[in-house]
């Protein structure tokens, strides 16, 4: 029995936790790629800036208030300083919008061009970020950093396996899953959110209903820039922020959004977690888990080495693409 | 003077204009119909009269009140109501979301004239989850004309809101419009189906290179052997 | 007047974080050169700095064309990784004529490339650091370790090199698996780490890199509680970043029987740098080397300084620290001959690369300390 | 202005650029930038195909890029006789049991009914795997070990590198028609991220399979289809050649490699846009556009529309395959670790839609353009920072910050002229002929 | 070559000399290509247009097609002989649309089979039906908005040469021959159908009517064995329209082209139509002449109506100004 619990523990602790972890991050940042392009049908390269822009101002302010000696109790104290990073974000996105966006959706230009306009926005997005706080890794989290340690988890139990739960992760978590209910029910219900899936479906006609398409445009990109916010800091506080690493997140991101179904909010978070898990489960190496279970195997019962892990994340989307060729929630199709 | 005038337009796409000082008139309570060929500009011209086309020459008066320069969503709110030709429901979203859209300017209980709507279209009423875009062409011309008359407009445009439907819907759609019309609205619309629909039109303007060829009530028009034979199909 | 030294390093890219360190200390060797005012009666040095991107060949052979046809430096420092290194000595340094000296382009297939002698590099090929992490666990009796190497040429030959070594000395690897830089996430690499098991987690990345999030993501889970670290692991951020997770794990790092390091060290630190961040120390010798071999050939021209690189960097001559460049010059002018020691015990061997000795130490009590030389 | 003078005014204007460089800064530098252009051009040709006449989103350009670096070295390094001998027969024995393991499916296949024919094709299959793996594990260990610090795996064919365009455009496009095979059916983003998938498992091999590609280690050291400047500065016609120009041997060898190379390049994209524009002012190009602008009518109009996709995406990659193959011989080696998205998919496409998609002279000159800023951008951004700091005492905090934060101009730079390119042609600097005024998502 | 020539024979025309004519056609014998002044006369006198009524062209075969829980055709069996004009009429949403995209292979039915003559053509592609004859129109226009109304004609023709990239790139010649003529068709084309003016704009830019007629226009372009109109009519005006019908009347007569087309105008039906099928909720309803239909009673129910409620009152009060 101590076998089998040992050998659940180990799953958990290295593969089911840090896939549900990795999982809501990229969810919550594959949740404004999506609404972006389901709203405002681009998809926006400089999502990953943006967010490392909105964490830049949340460690700004962080800093400050820790200089300040405010804090959270057990809880980070970036938390205090995100509402502020959010308004950051959203400010700077309003701003790019109206000097860049804006004019191509007047002149109704091709959705390429929206792409190729927000690689110019990432590239900016990019410098500023460097400009102000460098390119260095940033360190910024505070507050208790586990709910419970594989030690104190030991202890607990009397197993031989320990099993650690990270705040962070936990405060992730319970965010992505009110995010999407809350934004879910926006779109669904709300008149607002209806007005922009209306929008978004047939721009000519959502005028003729009396839509107004600034405040659509607005709505959305508030709600995609607190997204890449909130995503951001958490993401930060979990592993660490880098502005290039941010960057880098980009292609997971929307590897994640695509295969849920683009412009599906529900989407985007299955697809945050298809691709975590199978980049983590395909390459565990069961070897632990096996003995546990009582069998002993030579090898390591690796199915692929790491070194293949990205790209058997994408072997997987491509899997799923195949058999569902709109993603896994019916994404748009244009 | 008309409650709604259209006058001496003059305007087009960037090329040549299309529009080539037509003028088109509706008061209260009467339907108005543009007949015309194929490429005439009946249909640009709605789009000027609704301000989804800058005018080169010439303004568009509603109720007395220009409003030339005022912004389509703006014309929404004073009034007007539009379904156009091509692409006229949200094809991603329920049929009843589509008419709730209709209804986006409305902030009173707009239930009942859903009802309305439901009895005008019963198939509509079943269809009500059903994304606009799975329905068939037909249906989808029911939920256009559906999300227009949700804004309970003092003025609706219609262009060809009867092309596709079938005869026993056609009726059914010129009835209620009738039926609108007598209530106070004015209606304009654009028609191929012309023989039918100059039968119940007050006005009957005939659209040919963007002017003005004839001009007369619709029985008149129906009368008139060159018009018939021109335009109307013998 | 001024003599132009390019600093061409990855400014942009996935080293972004390290070059600023390494590119200021390459500077702080030329403003000491300059306050002593000893260079060629009088002359002056000015860096001119441009972007190897790291990983874009095409774009870091256009910038060190720039460097030396526009620019006109007498030699440059860089590159940094041996990707882009290779492509400007083969494209740009070599058919121009031009001295570069790398602080950090360690890839073995550097030693043997066709550079007319005008390639030099500060940091020992990675060929040798392997043996000394194989030795230092030797002396602690450690036999089974895992490996995760970052997934470039510089890992991947150090990986090979030190699991050979161990296993020539009878341990036994149980994985040795890369990592990618500049990534999220490390939980699939380390659940394979930790399934295949070890006494100590052997890590060969960077600091700032993926390293560093192999680390965090083994001390989050518990997989490992001491790691050993390679050159590019050195590094203040590091203890920053994981506190106790760290505590007691252990590693090697090009450097030197204390005085020039711990001059390096105070100097960098007066400047406001970083001493203990990757390459400093590499960067400052290499910028000191061309001031030095200038200085020697008593003019400012390309080939010239390449001539007499090996005689201010090797013996036999007076030993110059880090910070004493003022005294190297100094001799030099008088005639006499300098055996340049720097930062990091400078001893150009062979093709004109450093022959590396390293220093061993252990993280304790949130520092690093010292064990001894190897 | 017509067309036909819009091109010849922004071709001329690219011009005065790299002669701008040439005289502001040096002229190998303009030279040096001037090949990469070409090359960037060729790529963005490619992918013009692809998205400007066929509405294929492509994005794994990278991919295919790097199939065409490893084709010159699989054609030009010189083998490695050691490794053969230690692994080739392995290397062999692997080759043949996967023969043999395609052939037992297929004939098992063949022979089978329903749910029989799934069992039987799996046991088969994982047979073969079996099988395949006790001879490649070995020869692989065995290649890799031979003097894995300078070689480690089997080298290539010694073949004039030149040759080896030819093999990355085949490469290339063999790999094309296996993706175009799994992912063709998908359409717009599901495509790309298919592609950019696809895209990054072949990076992933190539990074990862040392016997073939010597992975992350490089390939370093390829020959080269022009003189050495080197060799040029030592013989003796050439000196004497140089002295009669009254230039410097130095300087002079560099600017003639670079010739050799641009005239090389010059070349292969000369012959590529004749075909290119060929085909898309003629019926071929007509059909193509209609498939872009609407499938389903194309395909009830008698168009193949699966086989024409699957035509221009061999096509296009093929391409992109020959650029990348050149771009890898004008480095000198073969760094799978330089291949990443950002600059070998997305600067790309940016150079194709700033150029102007749909129009081969628009994606040429966009090649030529983007590629350009991307380098300039560096030290003009650095200028740029320089001036707006000139003003201020030298121990200004915000100076010193600035100065040191100048790399980052950049970016910073390269993506405002990226905007303000957009901003003032949004349908590319060359559009489409008669491109739409009308949208077409 | 004057197709007038072909067109001259008419009185002598048969099946057989279709089959024929069929066999020694050059490519370009442009179906639609008569002159629009002698169309004039077809209809005039010819109420009762004399039919060919041949054997079996298209069969389906208890065809469904279901979309989740919807059944959009539901066991629908019809036949279409060669030589006629089926009219296929029906309630929106009765699976018209469906029916047609089924057999023009747009979509795989979920059970049941389409026959092309003896051949069993079940899921076969679009441009592979294209090739065995068979065209269809779309009821909302799918036109190609970025190519020109000519372009979109000219791209039609099967096997020109310039279509396959060797023959571009080494046979010029043979290229260029081959769309000279072609775009003297599309231009016949053009000219027919009234879109002279805009012959050189994009098929993107032109109005809702001329799309459908560009929509029309291309099934001109090649000979056919057999048309699917899906409401070429609607939005049509309706004198372009009888002349349209004329020009499918004459073709039906004079070449033995099978058409089958849904429509909801019972004039134009009435006047082309013989047989009519009644399709209401995925089933067959009823079959018959024009005038058979129309007086059928569950045809007057579902799908006729019987005329406006309020229009007498509405007369009452026409004729204000
Ligand atoms: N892609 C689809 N997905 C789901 N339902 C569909 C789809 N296409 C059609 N339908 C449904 O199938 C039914 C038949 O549609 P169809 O378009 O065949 O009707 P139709 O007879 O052509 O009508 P109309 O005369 O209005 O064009 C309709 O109820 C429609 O809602
Ligand atoms: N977006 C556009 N850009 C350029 N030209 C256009 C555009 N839309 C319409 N046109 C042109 O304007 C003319 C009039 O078009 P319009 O749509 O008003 O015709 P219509 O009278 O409504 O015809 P129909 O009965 O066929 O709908 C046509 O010749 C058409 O080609
Ligand atoms: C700067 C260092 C990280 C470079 C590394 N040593 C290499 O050779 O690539
Ligand atoms: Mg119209
Ligand atoms: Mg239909």
Request: charged letters at 20%; glycine letters at 12%; aromatic letters at 8%.
């Amino acid at each position: 029995m101590d076998g089998f619990l040992n050998a659940l523990v180990v799953f958990a602790n290295f593969v089911f936790l840090p896939g549900l972890a990795y999982g809501a991050q990229l969810a919550l940042g594959a949740l404004g790629v999506t609404l972006v392009y389901g709203i405002l049908r681009f998809s926006n390269f400089a999502h990953g800036d943006l967010m490392a822009f909105g964490t830049m101002i949340t460690i700004l302010v962080t800093w400050w208030l820790m200089g300040m000696g405010i804090n959270f109790g057990p809880l980070p104290t970036a938390l205090l300083a995100l509402p502020i990073g959010i308004f950051g974000a959203v400010a700077m996105a309003l701003f790019i919008d109206r000097f860049v966006f804006r004019f191509y959706r007047k002149q109704r230009s091709d959705g390429i061009v929206f792409v190729m306009a927000s690689v110019g926005v990432m590239f900016v997005l990019n410098g500023i970020v460097r400009l102000i706080i460098g390119p260095n890794e940033q360190r910024f989290a505070d507050g208790e950093r586990f709910l419970i340690t594989v030690k104190e988890f030991r202890d607990l139990t009397g197993l031989a396996e320990g099993l650690a739960v990270r705040l962070p992760v936990a405060i992730t978590i319970v965010v992505a899953i009110m995010v999407v209910a809350a934004l879910f029910w926006f779109l669904q219900r709300s008149k607002t959110g209806k007005a922009m899936r209306a929008y978004s479906d047939n721009e000519d006609l959502a005028l003729l209903s009396g839509i107004n398409p600034d405040r659509v445009v607005m709505v959305t990109w508030i709600i995609a820039a607190s997204l890449a916010t909130i995503a951001g800091v958490l993401y930060g506080l979990d592993k660490s922020f880098r502005p290039f690493t941010y960057f880098q997140l980009l292609l997971p991101i929307f590897a994640s959004a695509i295969v849920g179904g683009i412009g599906q909010p529900l989407g985007a978070i299955a697809g945050g977690f298809v691709v975590a898990f199978s980049e983590v489960t395909l390459t565990y190496a069961y070897k632990r888990v096996l003995e546990y279970l009582g069998f002993a195997p030579d090898g390591l019962v690796q199915l692929l080495s790491t070194e293949y892990k990205f790209a058997i994340s994408f072997v997987i989307l491509v899997l799923v693409l195949l058999i569902r060729p709109t993603g896994i929630f019916k994404g748009r199709v244009l | 003077m008309s409650f709604l005038i259209g006058e001496t337009m003059r305007g087009g796409y960037g090329g040549a204009d299309i529009l080539n000082g037509c003028t088109i008139a509706v008061d209260k309570g009467e339907i108005a119909v543009i007949v015309g060929p194929n490429g005439a500009g009946k249909s640009t011209a709605m789009k000027a009269i609704f301000g989804m086309l800058p005018l080169r020459e010439g303004r568009v008066t509603l109720a007395g009140q220009d409003i030339t320069a005022l912004s389509p969503q703006d014309r929404v709110k004073a009034g007007m109501g539009f379904v156009p030709q091509t692409s006229n429901v949200f094809v991603s979203m329920s049929v009843q979301e589509n008419l709730e859209m209709g209804a986006y300017i409305r902030h009173d209980d707009f239930s009942d004239t859903m009802e309305q709507v439901f009895d005008l279209f019963p198939i509509l009423k079943e269809k009500r989850r059903q994304p606009a875009g799975e329905l068939s062409g037909g249906q989808r011309q029911q939920v256009a004309v559906g999300r227009a008359l949700m804004t309970r407009p003092s003025l609706l445009m219609l262009d060809e809101p009867t092309a596709g439907v079938s005869p026993i819907v056609m009726d059914e759609l010129f009835d209620r419009i009738i039926e609108v019309a007598a209530t106070g609205i004015a209606i304009l619309m654009v028609e191929q189906n012309a023989r039918q629909a100059l039968n119940i039109a007050d006005r009957g303007y005939v659209l040919v290179q963007g002017s003005n060829r004839f001009t007369d009530t619709g029985e008149a028009l129906l009368a008139n052997p060159e018009v018939r034979a021109t335009f109307l199909g013998g | 007047e001024d003599v132009k030294i390019g600093i061409i390093l990855g400014f942009t890219g996935p080293l972004e974080s390290i070059t600023p360190g390494m590119a200021a200390s390459a500077e702080l060797a030329m403003k000491e050169i300059n306050d002593s005012g000893l260079l060629l009666d009088g002359k002056k040095l000015v860096s001119v700095r441009a972007d190897s991107t790291c990983i874009d060949n095409a774009a870091a052979t256009a910038a060190a064309e720039r460097l030396v046809t526009t620019e006109n430096v007498s030699a440059i420092v860089g590159a940094d990784c041996s990707g882009v290194t290779i492509g400007i000595v083969n494209n740009v340094a070599v058919p121009n004529g031009v001295v570069m000296i790398s602080p950090s382009a360690t890839s073995p297939a550097l030693s043997d490339i066709a550079d007319n002698d005008y390639f030099f590099r500060t940091s020992p090929s990675d060929a040798r650091q392997g043996k000394v992490i194989s030795d230092v666990l030797g002396s602690k009796d450690v036999k089974t370790v895992a490996v995760s190497y970052t997934n470039n040429d510089y890992g991947k030959a150090f990986s090979d090199s030190f699991v050979s070594a161990f296993e020539a000395a009878g341990g036994k690897v149980t994985i040795a698996a890369p990592h990618d830089d500049g990534k999220g996430d490390y939980s699939a690499e380390v659940g394979a780490l930790a399934a295949a098991g070890g006494e100590a987690l052997v890590v060969l990345g960077y600091v700032d890199q993926g390293g560093v999030g192999i680390i965090r993501a083994a001390v989050d889970t518990g997989a490992f509680e001491t790691f050993v670290l390679g050159d590019g692991m050195y590094g203040q951020s590091l203890i920053a970043a994981m506190g106790d997770g760290v505590e007691g794990s252990y590693g090697v790092i090009p450097g030197t029987e204390g005085e020039g390091a711990t001059k390096f060290a105070e100097a960098a630190t007066a400047a406001g740098l970083d001493p203990s961040s990757s390459y400093t120390g590499e960067s400052y010798d290499a910028a000191a080397l061309i001031a030095l071999a200038m200085q020697k050939a008593g003019s400012t021209d390309r080939t010239a300084i390449r001539d007499a690189m090996l005689d201010v960097a090797n013996g036999p001559g007076e030993k110059i620290l880090a910070g004493d460049l003022a005294r190297g010059l100094q001799i030099l002018k008088d005639g006499g001959d300098v055996d340049y020691v720097g930062a990091t015990n400078v001893e150009l061997i062979g093709p004109g690369e450093a022959a590396g000795t390293y220093r061993e130490y252990v993280i304790e009590g949130g520092e690093f300390k010292t064990v001894q030389f190897r | 202005m017509s067309n036909t003078q819009r091109i010849i005014f922004l071709y001329a204007g690219m011009a005065l650029l790299l002669a701008i460089v040439g005289v502001m800064q040096s002229w190998t530098l303009s030279l040096t930038i001037m090949n990469l252009c070409l090359i960037s051009a060729i790529m963005s040709l490619g992918v013009n195909m692809q998205w400007g006449y066929a509405g294929l989103f492509n994005v794994g350009i990278m991919g295919f890029a790097a199939l065409g670096g490893i084709a010159a070295v699989l054609t030009s390094m010189p083998p490695v006789p050691g490794a053969w001998q230690a692994g080739g027969t392995g290397i062999g024995l692997t080759l043949l049991a996967l023969i043999g393991t395609i052939a037992a499916v297929i004939f098992v296949r063949s022979r089978t009914r329903g749910v029989m024919r799934t069992v039987s094709t799996l046991l088969v299959a994982v047979a073969g795997y079996f099988i395949t793996r006790t001879f490649f594990d070995p020869a692989v260990e065995a290649i890799e070990a031979v003097d894995a610090a300078r070689t480690g795996y089997l080298g290539g064919l010694g073949l004039p590198i030149l040759f080896s365009w030819l093999v990355g455009g085949i490469f290339a496009a063999a790999a094309a028609w296996l993706v175009a095979k799994i992912a063709l059916g998908l359409r717009s983003d599901y495509l790309a991220i298919a592609t950019l998938g696809i895209s990054e498992i072949i990076i992933a091999i190539m990074r990862n399979e040392e016997w073939l590609t010597r992975g992350v280690k490089n390939v370093s050291g390829l020959p080269r289809p022009v003189a050495y400047e080197v060799q040029l500065q030592q013989a003796q016609w050439f000196i004497d050649l140089s002295a009669k120009l009254g230039t410097n041997p130095i300087f002079f060898s560099a600017i003639y490699v670079r010739l050799s190379y641009a005239i090389l390049f010059a070349l292969v994209l000369i012959i590529l846009m004749w075909l290119a524009e060929r085909a898309l002012n003629s019926p071929w190009g007509r059909m193509m556009r209609a498939i872009r602008d609407n499938r389903d009518a194309a395909e009830a109009m008698g168009k193949d529309v699966t086989g024409r996709h699957l035509q221009i995406f061999v096509l296009g990659s093929a391409v992109i395959g020959i650029a990348g193959a050149m771009l890898t011989t004008l480095d000198g080696q073969f760094t799978p670790g330089q291949y990443n998205p950002l600059r070998f998919t997305f600067l790309i496409w940016v150079m194709v839609i700033v150029g102007g998609s749909g129009n081969n002279w628009g994606a040429v000159l966009g090649g030529f353009l983007i590629w350009f800023v991307w380098v300039e951008a560096e030290p003009v951004g650095a200028w740029l920072m320089a001036l707006l700091t000139s003003g201020m005492a030298a121990t200004n905090p915000v100076k010193l910050h600035l100065a040191d934060a100048a790399p980052y101009m950049r970016p910073l730079l390269m993506g405002l002229i990226l905007l303000l390119m957009l901003r003032f042609a949004p349908r590319g600097l060359i559009p489409e002929r008669g491109a739409p005024s009308i949208q077409k998502r | 070559m004057d197709l007038t020539d072909f067109l001259g024979s008419g009185s002598g025309f048969s099946l057989e000399n279709a089959e024929k004519w069929r066999e020694n056609a050059r490519w370009d014998a442009f179906p639609y290509c008569f002159k629009l002044e002698d169309s004039a006369s077809s209809h005039d006198n010819n109420n009762e247009p004399k039919r060919l009524k041949g054997t079996r062209m298209i069969r389906v075969d208890d065809l469904h097609m279901h979309f989740g829980g919807l059944k959009a055709v539901d066991g629908a069996s019809i036949e279409i002989a060669k030589g006629s004009i089926t009219g296929l009429i029906g309630p929106n949403g009765a699976g018209k649309t469906t029916l047609f995209n089924v057999i023009a292979g747009h979509y795989k039915p979920s059970s049941g089979k389409v026959w092309l003559g003896d051949e069993n053509i079940t899921g076969l592609s679009p441009h592979q039906l294209f090739h065995k004859g068979l065209l269809r129109t779309f009821q909302i226009a799918h036109e190609f908005s970025t190519l020109t109304v000519r372009e979109n004609l000219m791209m039609v023709p099967d096997n020109q040469p310039g279509e396959r990239l060797v023959d571009v790139w080494i046979r010029p010649s043979k290229v260029r021959d081959r769309e000279e003529e072609v775009r003297a068709k599309a231009d016949e084309v053009i000219e027919f159908l009234e879109i002279s003016h805009v012959a050189d704009e994009l098929a993107g830019n032109l109005s809702g009517g001329q799309k459908k007629l560009l929509e029309l226009g291309r099934t001109m372009m090649v000979d056919a064995k057999i048309v699917f109109l899906d409401e070429v009519g609607a939005g049509v005006n309706r004198t372009l329209l009888n002349t349209l019908g004329d020009a499918i009347l004459r073709l039906n007569r004079e070449r033995g082209y099978t058409f089958c087309m849904i429509e909801h105008d019972m004039d134009f039906i009435g006047r082309l139509c013989d047989p009519v099928i009644v399709m209401a909720e995925g089933k067959v309803l009823a079959k018959g002449t024009a005038n058979e239909v129309k007086a059928n009673e569950q045809v007057i129910e579902a799908y006729l109506g019987r005329g406006l409620k309020n229009k007498p009152a509405r007369k009452a009060r026409g004729g204000t100004q």
